[in-house]
């Protein structure tokens, strides 16, 4: 729950409990804070945006409580808290005794001893993102202002695909449009037909993943390190604690492992400025951990929501014996389009950190 | 270099110095360590195993300096040390101003102002694994002194593919059997075959990449907690330390983005004995960050030896301009079978520091 | 701002922006948490306890925002938040260019760029210690469900002592009463002669500075470790963040060096039970780093309050002349007594990260 | 054992394993490394330097397998590793039954279940400032190179005093010199009775205590930080890891809480060149856990040697009962001149942190 070594984040808060929030430590003094820009932030990945998504309201205005003065930090720690609201706690009373298949419920049950806030998920629901968006639209405030612009699209949603970046042309401008938007793609085709198909799970009471594929133009070479200090270990380690993240890749990632090395090695070359550049960037813009000033890219794959109206086997620890599942209250049949915030801003963070 | 918070490891050394290393802090005081067990995962990782791996010799016979006492571990830091010998700095003359592609010399050069050793790529290279290895080593004891069994295999190398573990039914006994073996698969033709194409792709001066897959076996639920103190969190962030690792994906990973929710969600069901097991295991053994009780699986992808005999484009920072680079000195056409006991390692150190 | 490996504190806020708080990571769930204690604490924290002591009104109310649910811990990360309220901030105009001695408005100035917050001295206010004794006072119930009980006196205030713990003595129940009192001393004659000496500071437009000695019972033997893992260092690290306090000793502490080798050591024997004690003290409960199980016992001291009435000389940034600074608003002539909490707090918390 | 945060220290090692070192990470690349001034810094800690002190012979040569290319760090890890030798083991046959008053036998025997290495005290010997002396001497070079001189003295030895440095006139010739020396006093006169006070207590086969009190010139204004985070908490937690140190204060420390508010508060002032200064340094050179510029200075208690060859009372594990202990070997009478080297190194690790 704290991350970072330079702008470390704390994050706090449970679903249903009084409020959530973050503390983020480590951020240079005088910087301007735009709050509107991290309003849009927040409103990207908060629910209720369009139909195919969650009808539970929530505000998910943060009050900042500390390390601003003005618009500007002071250097002491930056405190938002956001407030839960608009929870119905009735949906989860059963939750106790019969865990939902493929959430935390019976992980945490064992972890925690049963003291575990189980409402809404509690510390394991996706709501505690919010405090992540809220603290990488602080940190990429600050680096826009280095030139470093950070963006992402739905690469897919089970199935259909939008087309992957081109690693090496991704441009600022591009990742900027994106990450102003709540359903990203480049193709506006891919919308419309994740979209139909989201719907047409959500109407069968079943529900999809996909892959967020995230950018970051402007990222100077030289960032990172070598073994557990290297760039893909610090933005994963954050990755992979955004909940139903369950693989992470760099450049060419898995496809790496079928190529050559004569394919897969990226060429160097002096651009006219004089700069190193790679003619390719399979590498995803890191090289022994250390970045190479192309463009960093990363794929994050999102697990289908595992709330689902369809009947499911679990076991009911009341009685010990098996039982039969049907979560009610009304659940986002695809996340992956609000996951998307929260994939830029962990890139954010593991960025500020790395420069 | 500096690694997790219970079971710390500290790793230090280039590959052309003195020597490299390992302190592990952290461990428990009394634990017996067998130095044969230690010595046979060394030999897994260890060059000049046979025809299609480098013929570098290296005995990586670890000196323990501290830490143990007969044969029981003492409490204080364990500290062992790898001399290192038989390398040709010659080979490597050129690389300080003809950056290899592919390698970290370009960002290491850029990272730190040209200091670093070059020489084998300094604490880039692949030897710095040793260390890691050693320290996997350690801790598997232990680990297995509490039931859980850790092993990999060859999952694919360049397209050819050994078929995936069983996530359910994957055993004890067939991960110690895997993780006594220098090129592990399941089946006997797959090796085959994978070798057939690492042969191949050395004759044609090329390389090739794989992915490694492993398992953990009897590891207790409800290790780990949510966000990023997540399993998958630190699992991956030492993952992604051993070099070439460009992906790393849990259970379904990647996959699970084209499943419905009623198809990646596993079933609860209590067995014969009234423990909670899962159907299937798409989750990979971590639901919310924290084990389930199911195996831990996990798959993490390699690309292609940077150091290919074809030559290649780079640029020349001596001279400001381009340059054609053909790379001396003998390299592993395929460094994915020697990359296996390192997973392995940075699965043991991940679990140690879990449970 | 955080500190701690086991159990992590994050503090934030500033004395007049809208709160300040704590997130406390790491708690064991399920813990019961008396909110009257709490309260009980913070109000021993709290200004305008006495005559002697600073009017202004602060009713220090935490609100837990997560981490609990009823009354018992739910194993997340317990944030509260202090509202701030009463602040004067107009006292506090001229500091921003005329920075007061023995303050940190000019250190503050250099590191932060002049963007800190310096109304009533920011981040480096002793308002600070608010989310401390929150914390500690969550810890100390933890820890008395265990045995520990803690409690510490003015030791010293100007002169005037109250005699030192008998470091053998020392119990629980001694402890629990101190603890529970607002300026605690075990000689009522002590208190008195140094209420008389602050109010004569204070109608001096002066102040007073003094120690508090801490003491810890029902400590098992066996915590802590060797050199920077030892209990003095995890102690000592805590205790020198509580504003104003210059000095940290164990047992003997500085007296030690006086004493001969055979004057300090404590001789070893076994009580009626078996238990190894020792028949005095002087190590203060620790050796090695490592507690003894007998008392813990420090000392802290603090420096008398900076704010004084009295005209200083100081510089002015604005003019980049010198300056003569009268402080205006109303200070404590001497924190002491509210300090005994704040040490109490981070005996706490040290002891629950050791154990 | 790992301390730090932007350089870290990882140390290893017990005093009659194999070996000691020191892993120190985060380095910057491309220092120079005087090997010859490292060495000075270890002969002065080393044993053996005259009559007074113990007889046991330590070369105590570190060698370097890692971080260093030529002369200069290469911006890895640099590990350096001491030998161990001339350990006469057997004099400590005993010491697993019955522990000696004042050293860690008993404690280290409960934390680690009687598995620690008692042999020399294992990792709580003295020998354990080995590594620490070695990592202060390159990070001194470092700081020399940015203007910050490190010195110490002996400011007192039971009960006869060196007189303390002037806290605002101290400068960086003083301090080298005194950092040249083996036991560094300002007076002759004082080294004089010091030494004699040595010697009649090691004919009486007892041992001395006393105080090193330590100051850097040439630091900076705007380092550290509030609370945990600040400069008096980051020096404590590394000194009160020195073995035998018991109490540690800043400026004026434990006379501050004797002074009043309008005499401990240091006045400002410009001076010629325009820089802010302080007309007396009470402070110690830090207000708010932040440097002000003026001199950095504190001063660290070391009680007596705890080995003694005076009969003392202890225990027997072995028969549970009481026992009469004489500890054999030769042991220093007095630490507290060897000190001296390891209190300045720990100064030069807290510098380089928080610079």
Not at 139 to 151: H, T
Not at 304 to 318: C, G, W
Request: charged share 20%; hydrophobic share 40%.
């Amino acid at each position: 729950m704290i991350w970072g070594t330079k702008v470390r984040l704390t994050v706090f808060g449970e679903s249903h409990g009084p409020a959530i929030g973050a503390v983020l430590e480590g951020l240079p003094a005088g910087e301007v804070l735009d709050r509107d820009a991290v309003a849009a932030q927040m409103a990207r990945r908060a629910p209720g945006r369009d139909r195919s998504a969650t009808p539970r309201k929530e505000t998910d205005e943060p009050e900042i409580l500390s390390g601003l003065l003005g618009d500007r930090t002071t250097g002491a720690p930056l405190c938002a808290v956001i407030r839960n609201a608009g929870a119905h706690s009735g949906d989860y009373d059963g939750l106790k005794s019969v865990p939902r298949p493929g959430h935390a419920d019976y992980t945490a049950r064992v972890r925690y001893g049963g003291y575990n806030d189980v409402r809404g998920g509690g510390i394991f629901s996706g709501r505690l993102t919010a405090p992540l968006v809220f603290a990488g639209a602080v940190c990429r405030q600050i680096l826009k202002r280095r030139g470093v612009s950070i963006g992402a699209h739905v690469l897919s949603v089970h199935g259909v695909s939008d087309g992957p970046f081109d690693p090496v042309k991704i441009s600022g401008p591009l990742l900027d449009e994106l990450s102003s938007r709540y359903f990203p793609t480049v193709s506006p085709e891919a919308e419309q037909k994740m979209r139909a198909g989201i719907e047409s799970a959500r109407q069968r009471g079943d529900s999809v993943g996909g892959v967020v594929e995230c950018a970051a133009a402007g990222v100077p070479a030289g960032a990172g390190g070598p073994l557990s200090d290297g760039a893909e270990s610090v933005f994963a380690s954050l990755l992979f604690g955004i909940p139903a993240c369950k693989g992470v890749e760099f450049g060419a990632g898995f496809a790496a492992a079928e190529l050559f090395g004569s394919e897969n090695n990226d060429p160097f070359y002096f651009d006219e400025t004089g700069t190193v550049r790679t003619r390719t960037n399979r590498a995803g813009g890191i090289l022994g951990g250390i970045t190479t000033g192309m463009p960093v890219v990363f794929r994050a794959a999102f697990k289908p929501t595992p709330s689902i109206a369809l009947p499911q086997e679990s076991v009911d620890f009341s009685t010990g014996t098996s039982a039969r599942l049907v979560v009610r209250g009304r659940h986002d049949p695809c996340i992956v389009p609000r996951a998307v915030p929260a994939v830029e801003a962990a890139a954010a963070l593991a960025l500020i950190n790395l420069l």
